[in-house]
């Protein structure tokens, strides 16, 4: 038997920040007291004059069922008897000045579908998970050292039932965690699923922040597919956003009738650009309840990492805003100085909780130190998105080809910062909605030059160090920009064109996976040198990834233009038979076949350097993978 009543170590460990199970604290809790059965009700608002639950057991009447307050933590609670798992909810809070208004569940683990908000009782019953092998396995997950390839997913538009409907969480999966397997990626990200009301914020506009969306089902459906995609060695990250939150009357806005999970000034609590709110990252209540949220996605749901969206706006107080329209810090300066207190506990809590979990932040500027540990002044992520190097390379591959050789520092360039951070390659759904096209027909040029160009970008980011993340479509040159109103157009598939596509990116994974040269070092400097950066002219630049320092090296060649290069001679480190073992012009992805399908052999000739050279032929648009033969 528990007690309704709120513990109060739980409550002074709340009132701090500190509180690492929260969600089993505050929110819908079914118990037992005094064998009667029935829910305990808690919520956060320190400012309320008075607090009632409301719900399907009490027909919606404000009167019936009354909240106690907590002495000095702001925290009203109640045990309500004869109240059963499924029940809807929401509380009305009564104002300062007497308003009336009502709430749905900071805390809630489930809400009814849009448009409706009701949160929902759930059950406590265990999830039979068959994933320990996984965890176990994943808590010694070496990933600075192992291949990453993260396969993005909108679960509402990746593809819909034969009525035209969103695939349920089950139905995921079962077509597409098989799909995933088979096409090599080792992580899916989820595009955020926590709850939120409009379906054209793709989740990032989350009113939800404890609760998988309903659209496709229970908590436990997210369950079976987190569970299924262990059972087949893919990891699970969510889209997670913690740097705003929707105004929605019936959500966290002036929760008490106060600026309670905001800030009170607009400077410094609203999003001029997206017309959102901003947390009050200094308020212990709002960093435990954030911090809170991400736990209990990585503890409940079995999740293997967050990506952290726009931390960008949170690192600075003059985000996107004019002079005069911001507040300076206590030093005089933009940083967000509680923001970063804010994102450092994040990382520390999360991978000290759940090691091996991988926290990602999409930065989009040139802060310092972001994957670097907090002790020595960093952040704390583990990853990083490399926006330098998506929007140089996709600026690059837009030109026309006769006029790249004006523009090579884009391919150059991204090497002189490379390995200030641990990065991850990003080709996401930001790159291909909102007017910007899809990424295939970015590439300038005929049919067969943009499907060259796509396979070579590709090509490209799995060879070049660095984690990596593609959109999904992108996998099959899908032509139409994203929309999550509909499917991908998965009919592309019946051309062998977009079919070839499809198996270059499947065998880019197999050879990332397979080639310890293309991860080992993905984030040290030991695992990349150039053979040769220079050749502008002809659009041409060759490097060598490895293994370590002195281990064994792969030779890679890129061709940005559609003329074959034929003898084009490159100094290697080391003599005898070269393989050609991948092809992105290959015949199997829809290419000409151009290449050098006999083993090269490194003549003694010295050249850029180097005591031996290769004489290669270089396909159009192409880029090729040698490895010295044993």
């Known amino acids: ?60 009447n404000a009167d019936q069922t009354p909240l106690q307050p ?31 208004i009502i709430k749905t569940d900071p805390y809630g683990q489930a809400f009814e579908q849009r448009p409706a908000n009701a949160a929902i009782v759930i059950e406590r019953t265990p999830f039979p998970w068959n994933d320990g092998d996984w965890l176990s396995e994943r ?37 597409l965690v098989p799909y995933v397997l088979e096409t090599g990626f080792t992580h899916i990200e989820l595009l955020p699923i926590t709850e939120h009301p409009l379906d054209e914020s793709w989740g990032y506009q989350t009113t939800g922040y404890y609760a998988p969306t309903s659209r496709y089902g229970s908590p436990d459906d997210l369950r079976y597919l987190v569970d299924q995609c262990h059972a087949n060695n893919i990891g699970v990250i969510l889209d997670w956003v913690p740097g705003h939150f929707p105004d929605d009357s019936f959500a966290l806005a002036q929760f008490d ?51 952290v969206d726009a931390v960008a706006s949170m690192l600075y107080l003059n985000y996107s805003r ?3 329209e911001w507040v300076p ?35 989009s500027t040139s802060w310092p130190r972001v994957t670097r540990p907090p002790e020595i002044g960093g952040l704390g992520f583990n990853l990083k998105w490399n926006m330098g190097w998506m929007h140089d390379t996709l600026d690059y591959l837009r030109q026309d080809s006769v006029y790249r050789q004006y523009h090579h520092e884009k391919l150059t360039f991204g090497l002189l910062y490379a390995y200030t951070e641990n990065f991850l390659l990003p080709l996401s759904h930001d790159e291909v909605v909102h007017g910007k096209s899809s990424l295939i027909q970015k590439m300038p040029g005929d049919d067969w030059q943009q499907r060259a160009s796509l396979r070579l970008l590709f090509s490209y980011m799995f060879t070049y160090p660095g984690a990596k993340l593609l959109f999904m479509g992108g996998e099959f040159g899908q032509r139409r920009e994203w929309s999550e109103k509909r499917e991908l157009d998965w009919e592309l598939l019946q051309y062998p064109e977009h079919r070839g596509i499809q198996k270059l990116v499947q065998d880019l994974n197999n050879l990332y996976r397979k080639q310890p040269a293309l991860y080992q070092c993905n984030f040290s400097s030991e695992g990349f040198e150039w053979i040769d950066c220079h050749d502008s002219t002809q659009s041409v630049i060759s490097y060598l990834r490895k293994e370590s320092r002195d281990g064994q090296a792969l030779v890679v060649v890129l061709n940005f233009t559609p003329v074959p290069r034929h003898n084009y001679r490159i100094g290697v480190p080391a003599g005898g038979n070269w ?11 829809g290419g000409s076949n151009v290449g050098n399908p006999l083993p090269v052999w490194a003549s ?27």
């Open 70 to 100: 907590t002495e000095g933590y702001g925290v009203w609670f109640a045990f309500v008897p004869g109240v059963c798992p499924g029940a809807l909810y929401k509380f009305a809070i009564t104002t300062r000045d007497g308003t009336q």
């Open 329 to 363: 810090n206590e030093q005089g300066g933009h940083e967000n100085l509680e923001a970063i207190d804010f994102l450092r506990k994040l990382n520390q809590v999360c991978q000290t909780r759940f090691p091996g979990t991988l926290m990602i932040a999409e930065e």
């Open 604 to 630: 003694p000739e010295s050249w850029m350097g180097r005591p031996h050279s290769l004489a290669l032929t270089l396909p159009p648009l192409g880029l090729i993978v040698l490895r010295l033969e044993p």
């Open 322 to 324: 004019k002079a005069g």
């Open 257 to 307: 009738g106060t600026a309670l999970y905001e800030h009170e000034d607009p400077r410094r609590g609203r999003h001029q650009d997206w017309g959102t709110l901003i947390y009050n990252y200094g308020r212990h209540e709002v960093r435990n309840f954030l911090i809170g949220s991400a736990l209990f996605w990585l503890d409940t749901f079995h999740l293997d990492g967050l990506r």
């Open 139 to 175: 808590s010694r997950f070496d990933w600075q050292h192992s291949p990453v390839s993260i396969y993005e997913v909108h679960p509402g538009s990746w593809r819909h039932h034969g009525s035209g409907r969103w695939l349920t969480y089950r139905e995921l999966a079962d077509q």
């Open 579 to 589: 393989q050609e073992i991948f092809n992105s012009d290959s015949s199997y992805y």
């Open 1 to 60: 038997m528990e007690s309704p009543a709120l513990n109060d170590f739980d409550l002074h460990l709340f009132s701090e920040g500190r509180h690492g199970h929260i969600y089993n604290v505050l929110g819908a809790h079914p118990m037992s007291h005094q064998g009667v059965e029935g829910v305990r009700f808690a919520v956060w608002a320190p400012n309320a004059q008075s607090v009632s639950v409301i719900g399907s057991f009490n027909s919606w």
